[in-house]
């Protein structure tokens, strides 16, 4: 009988080991949004969003673009279980490698895709769960269209591209998301350097790095705020 209950005992060891086995090899799922109707996914920036042109050095550091108005306009509707965002960017008040500058964005739009969490947070009690979301972004120009970033003599700009990383997304307060961008190796093209420009050299580089932080709401037809979330 003791023998029996042994030979039981280590058949339960063997199921519970499989188990675990098979539990961390199954893929993480990716996260979806959670909403109480149908939204469009408004961004406004929170500090300071910069462009660096790694290849171009400068003095004191790289080339960089900064504007003190970054918004984002959401393109069409979103509903629970959404896994991705489109949004138009549009920028003003901006300062490129030390210039005025202007950043024209007509025909081009980023898309996000969320995707799996980056940590997981439970919380006691009640068990509620919190953490971020890994999210690429995608930059998708119509058609002849591109990203033109000029400042007098010098002229950059960004194309269609995909699979941008390494950006997340969080839960904020108030029904907010917060989306905090971090991404490199972003394709551009320097396509004019003239008298007074302190860029490098003309060309296509793959070595830009975006940064910033932004609030993302969710609003519904009449342009008021409705709670958002990922899930």
Not at 25 to 36: D, E, V
Not at 56 to 85: I, W, Y
Not at 124 to 141: D, L, S
Not at 179 to 200: E, F, H, M, R
Request: net charge neutral; glycine share 12%.
């Amino acid at each position: 009988m003791i023998r029996d209950l042994k030979a039981l005992g280590l058949a339960l060891l063997a199921v519970c080991a499989m188990s675990a086995v098979v539990a961390s090899a199954a893929p993480a799922s990716s996260g979806t949004l959670t909403t109480t109707g149908s939204v469009t996914a408004t961004a406004e920036q929170v500090g300071e969003h910069v462009f660096t042109l790694t290849s171009h050095p400068v003095s004191g550091g790289f080339a960089t673009v900064k504007c003190k108005k970054a918004h984002f306009e959401g393109v069409g509707f979103l509903s629970t279980g959404a896994t991705s965002a489109t949004v138009a960017p549009s920028y003003s008040e901006c300062n490129a490698f030390g210039l005025p500058a202007t950043i024209t964005t007509t025909g081009c739009n980023y898309r996000l895709d969320i995707g799996t969490l980056t940590e997981l947070t439970v919380h006691f009690p009640g068990g509620v769960v919190t953490g971020g979301w890994h999210v690429t972004k995608n930059v998708v120009c119509a058609s002849g269209f591109l990203i033109r970033i000029v400042a007098q003599t010098c002229e950059v700009v960004v194309g269609s591209q995909n699979g941008l990383t390494t950006s997340t997304v969080e839960n904020g307060p108030a029904w907010h998301l917060t989306l905090k961008n971090n991404i490199s190796k972003i394709k551009y093209t320097v396509v004019k350097d003239g008298i007074g420009c302190p860029l490098a050299k003309t060309g296509a580089f793959e070595d830009g790095h975006y940064v910033g932080t932004s609030t993302v709401a969710g609003l519904n037809v009449f342009d008021e705020p409705i709670p958002v979330s990922i899930h």
